[in-house]
């Protein structure tokens, strides 16, 4: 019987006949995730590396599109056959996920261990903030709280479309349960209308994961066996490396006869997940990617689901827990009122740097005319990260829009780190000249 090679790298997405790469590197930017390349072989829309044709220039993710020659086409079209076919079931309304998700809510808990880890010094939040937030842990039965969900939204068949529910089969039937692990917060995602429309699990522990930064012998398979480093590589089926790598190691894989047959590299995993089931029976995968806007906590328990929330200046920054620190923290620091319009209480986080364009209807229906971004100050030494930051910056004021930036010393990764340390960022316009700082203690 012929080997057959174990999980799929390429994850087909819902673009007709493109694939996303994940724990395979993009032949362009060797980057994992968000890169996508087409069934054809030939064309990859790279996110990182710049081109000279523009590609998504008006979707919300713009990349730019590659096409590929010999030595970096890879793929066969067995790998494009076998690769994650992604969920078929469409997204519900963010009215719809708000039912369901406050439901699950009200079935959950946050446990004592991460209670302590986010009332420690460097997440400072007390218990009303916990309590108003609703942050959650992730429960031990999940398929025992989604019973219960199913009594408070009243059909099972509500939960189909809803990203992080999936059915199963099981000794006594087929029956839904959520995905994700025990050791893991949840964090609620909440829109500009108060609804919670999303997800994203806080790992307490991340995990070393192996990635292809070449394979052009797709038999090649490669994984952490033991954390943090211990790693086993096999080539059908049979064991052809063992030992341990350092973070970031490459190692070239070659068989017995010389033959090479891969590059894997070992790769810290990711703190932050989003709430999904895509891949799973009935499940919905999390995109599009939602916003979270994050307000004071006195602001937030006053808040009703469905009532739009207007303001004329906005923060933006990535990160939900770093959002709803800043916006906490903000709203204490700031006294008068001409602070609260330059620096504003209102955070948005978005999903990634490179997502900014998702901020577009936000903006418009909030009213917003202020935008200050605070990305974390290491921003600027990725020059991927640092063009994405330019360009929002630069359409918003074309678009405008006041738009300024907040900067503060380096030692300080974060805004809500900054904060908590009760100092201020310092605000520039996007001519350089810096803004209102007035008698505070600025960094």
Known sequence: MAYKSGRPTLRK???DGWYEFYREACPICGKVDQCVIHEDNNRVWCLRVA???????????????????????????????????????EKKSDGHLNRVY?????????????????????RDMNEEELRIRQYRSFPE???????????????????????????????????????????????????????????????????????????????LE????????????????IEVFRGSMELKEKKDIKLSDGRYVGTIKLDKGQRYMWFSSANKESGT????????????????????????????????????????????????????????????????????????????????EMGVKNINFAFDMDAEENPDVRRYYHDAIN?????????????????YKGLDDLLIRNFLPIKYNIHGEQMLSDNKDVY
């Open 102 to 122: 406050r439901a699950l809510l009200s079935e959950m808990e946050l446990r004592p261990e991460h209670r302590a880890m986010l009332k420690k010094p460097d």
């Open 285 to 364: 995968g999390a995109g599009p990617l939602p916003i979270h806007v994050s307000v004071p906590s006195r602001v937030l328990k006053n808040w009703k689901v469905g009532q739009l929330l207007k303001t004329d200046t906005v923060v933006v920054t990535e990160g939900p827990i770093k959002s709803d620190k800043s916006a906490e923290l903000l709203d204490q620091m700031l006294q008068t009122a001409e602070e609260r319009l330059s620096y504003g209480t209102t955070v948005l986080s978005v999903p990634g740097v490179n997502s900014w364009r998702l901020l577009c209807p936000y903006f418009e």
């Open 141 to 219: 039965k999940p398929y025992e709280v989604v019973r219960k969900v199913v009594e408070r939204v009243g059909n099972v068949e509500d939960l189909i479309g809803v990203p992080g529910f999936y059915s199963k089969e099981g000794k006594y039937g087929r029956y839904f349960t959520i995905s994700g692990f025990p050791s893991t917060i949840m964090i609620p995602f909440r829109n500009h209308k108060n609804e919670i429309v999303g997800f994203q699990w806080r790992v307490d522990e991340v995990k070393n994961q192996v990635v292809y930064s070449s394979r052009p012998d797709k038999e």
């Open 222 to 237: 490669a994984y952490v066996v033991k954390q943090p480093n211990f790693v086993v590589a096999k080539y059908k089926g």
């Open 13 to 15: 997405t819902k673009m």
């Open 51 to 89: 081109s000279d044709i523009v590609w998504g220039k008006n979707s919300t993710m713009q990349g730019w599109l590659h096409f590929l020659n010999e030595d970096n086409r890879t793929f066969t079209a067995s790998d494009f056959a076998n690769a994650d076919t992604g969920s078929h079931q």
């Open 395 to 411: 359409f918003f004021s074309e678009a405008g829009y006041n738009v300024s930036f907040f900067i503060w010393d380096r030692s």
